[in-house]
């Protein structure tokens, strides 16, 4: 079964330092894996996303992620954090269901936090 | 841009109140999906529609049901509000072109019911 697990529920970081937030996947299959961001009472973003074309993926705002097999990892990094990254970020994996419908399995979130 | 359109931010609702959270897409996309959002446990899909008039459940469908009698348009149903359907209600489409489709998301409707 595909699964995401987010290892961090919260993570804080102070501004101009490195941001790393951990994703752990498991599918029966080459996932197709995405990370969202929301910020507060805001809908959901895309950031990124892996379709096999490249193990590192390049995103929105300075974000980007190393999909790693052997690892079946896809953490999220950025060199330096800015005030305004403070949200909430989702590890997603693609669930196929059926012809081509997906679902998309959510992790649990982490709330980045980003101090002066 | 993908626009996807939720009815109302907040609403509030009585216990046993049937209950409609309407979701409007403007991208012709086949796909929508209904999820709820709670602290700590991420999105957990409700419902979701790859048709016109075609529905399957998700992960937690108790307690809920959906309709979906246009393409743009997806609601979604409780038909007895009770105090633990209060969560953050979230509305999203993509199109069914593959596995590295992205889903575009609305506002969220945060619902209270008292």
């Known amino acids: 079964a595909q699964s995401v697990t987010q290892l961090d529920s919260h993570v804080s970081v102070s501004e101009g330092t490195p941001v790393l937030l951990r994703c752990n996947y498991s599918s029966s299959y080459s996932p197709s894996l995405f990370w969202y961001v929301q910020h507060p009472n805001k809908g959901l973003q895309l950031l990124l996303k892996?379709?096999?074309?490249?193990?590192l993926v390049k995103g929105i705002n300075g974000f980007e992620a190393e999909f790693k097999k052997s690892e079946t990892s896809f953490h999220l990094t950025k060199p330096s954090a800015h005030m305004s990254d403070a949200a909430e970020y989702f590890c997603?994996?693609?669930?196929?269901?059926?012809?081509?419908?997906?679902?998309?399995?959510f992790g649990t979130g982490t709330l980045l936090a980003v101090q002066p | 841009d993908v626009k996807v359109t939720q009815s109302s931010r907040y609403l509030v609702k009585r216990t046993g109140e049937k209950v409609f959270l309407e979701c409007v897409q403007d991208?012709?996309?086949?796909?929508m999906f209904w999820y709820r959002q709670d602290p700590g446990l991420g999105l957990r899909l409700i419902y979701f529609?790859?048709?016109?008039?075609?529905?399957e459940k998700g992960d937690i469908p108790e307690g809920y049901s959906v309709s979906r009698e246009k393409k743009e348009r997806f609601s979604l149903i409780l038909e007895s509000a009770s105090t633990n359907q209060t969560s953050m209600y979230l509305c999203a489409s993509s199109l069914s072109t593959g596995m590295n489709t992205e889903a575009f998301f609305g506002q969220g409707t945060r619902l209270t019911v008292v």
């Open positions: 997603v994996v693609t669930l196929r269901y059926g012809g081509a419908t997906n679902k998309l399995i």
């Open positions: 991208m012709d996309h086949e796909n």
């Open positions: 529609s790859y048709d016109v008039k075609m529905k």
């Open positions: 892996y379709t096999s074309a490249a193990t």
